[in-house]
């Protein structure tokens, strides 16, 4: 069979070419400059590699890149680890990575700071948003491992400078790769326990790899969110992780934020001591006050001629007594008066005696309705005439004109 003359489909053709690929390239690693970078909505991130003489399409689902330390970006140089494969709906072909590391300087470095540029610009780390620790907290949360030197430190200070606080543990794995969620579901819990004023989140020194659970952004946003105000002491002093920048308070060392945490107990008694001292001079202050006033009182005419002021008031209110019963007289007469005219008017428009003077009102029988007018009453419908005294019957028989 002559080969030339085989004819394949599209769909075969590149079904040949993605088997062919496929297997020949099952993992590779390729360096390049990441250019037309997209996070889809999906999860997935797609991109092109590229060099100076070339370039291929590449994706990362979501599967993989959820587990990335940095947020990748357009001009970035990095390795891929993963596979060639044919996309057949476009037919070209491309990298299935399923490992990113940034080339060049260390891959933590840069993850730490590609996530420390994105927080700052999200305002993670903004001094305004920042909580203000309790000055006399009660209950003291505490977040790290339960076997560190870390824990050991913070109740080796408190129990010396403030035995009167209740210290709360919540033991958390504070290095590897689980780290993060054993930090993320302690926040959450303390938040649900809502019984704490104050957290410290931290451990002892350690290499960036050691420290690296306090630099993820899921660690990041859970102090964020946290409404318990955090001090967070990860490291030595010249250690800085992404959790110093977002806790409301970062300190050196998990000892130095044992110290800032609560007021000591001596400094507790000192103020009580000032504020005892201040309460008893403010309040003998007061009662010389009131003395001076009460002596000013007692030197008026009042206090010295009791008997003297008592005269005059009750003559004063003697007074005014007559005074009352006369104007109470006077507003009598003129009530009386006012009623006498209006009792007057009344009568005048009483309807009985307008009857009384002759006259008479006729009403229907039928319905009680006043008859104005003779159209008010039909021939042979009958009516009433109402007197002074009694009422007479009587009938419509003819219609007479005025």
């Not at 994706?59 to 330390?69: E, S």
């Not at 490992?99 to 590609?114: D, K, N, S, V």
């Not at 029988?365 to 009433?384: E, H, T, V």
Request: one cysteine or more.
């Amino acid at each position: 069979m002559d080969n030339s003359k085989v004819t394949y489909s599209v769909g075969e053709l590149t079904q040949l070419i993605k088997e062919s690929l496929e297997g020949q390239f099952p993992s590779v690693w390729v360096s390049g400059e990441i250019s037309n970078f997209i996070h889809h909505r999906s999860g997935h991130m797609y991109f092109t590699l590229k060099d100076k003489q070339a370039e291929i399409k590449a994706v990362i689902f979501k599967g993989n890149n959820q587990y990335l330390r940095f947020r990748p970006e357009n001009g970035m140089q990095v390795l891929i680890q993963g596979r060639l494969s044919v996309y057949e709906q476009r037919g070209y072909y491309q990298i299935i990575a399923t490992r990113l590391e940034p080339a060049g300087i260390g891959t933590l470095y840069l993850a730490f700071e590609a996530l420390k540029k994105q927080l700052a610009a999200e305002g993670l780390f903004a001094t305004d948003v920042k909580q203000k620790l309790p000055p006399y907290p009660r209950r003291i949360g505490v977040i790290t491992s339960a076997t560190g030197a870390a824990f050991r430190d913070i109740v080796k200070v408190l129990q010396r400078r403030a035995p009167q606080v209740q210290i709360i543990l919540r033991p958390t794995l504070v290095q590897g790769d689980i780290a993060a969620d054993d930090i993320v579901q302690a926040l959450l819990e303390f938040t649900a326990y809502d019984q704490v004023d104050v957290l410290i989140v931290g451990r002892g020194g350690g290499s960036l790899e050691d420290l690296w659970p306090f630099n993820e952004e899921t660690v990041a946003r859970a102090l964020f969110a946290c409404p318990i105000p955090i001090i967070s002491a990860v490291g030595h002093e010249t250690d800085t992780t992404i959790a110093d920048l977002v806790a409301d308070l970062r300190v050196p060392t998990p000892s130095a934020a044992a110290e800032l945490v609560a007021p000591s107990q001596n400094e507790l008694l000192g103020n009580l001591e000032y504020f005892r001292e201040t309460f008893t001079m403010l309040v003998s202050r007061e009662i010389e006050k009131r003395q001076q006033q009460l002596d000013n009182l007692t030197d008026r005419y009042g206090f010295r001629q009791p008997l003297e002021l008592l005269d005059l008031t009750a003559e004063r209110l003697d007074r005014l007594l007559k005074d009352l019963f006369k104007s109470t007289q006077n507003r009598s007469a003129l009530w009386q008066s006012q009623l006498a005219g209006i009792e007057q008017r009344l009568q005048t428009l009483n309807p009985n005696a307008i009857l009384a003077r002759g006259y008479a009102l006729a009403v229907r029988a039928s319905d009680g309705q006043i008859i104005r007018k003779p159209q008010d009453i039909q021939l042979g419908q009958s009516f009433n005439l109402h007197l002074a005294e009694g009422k007479i019957q009587a009938q419509k028989t003819a219609n007479i004109d005025k």
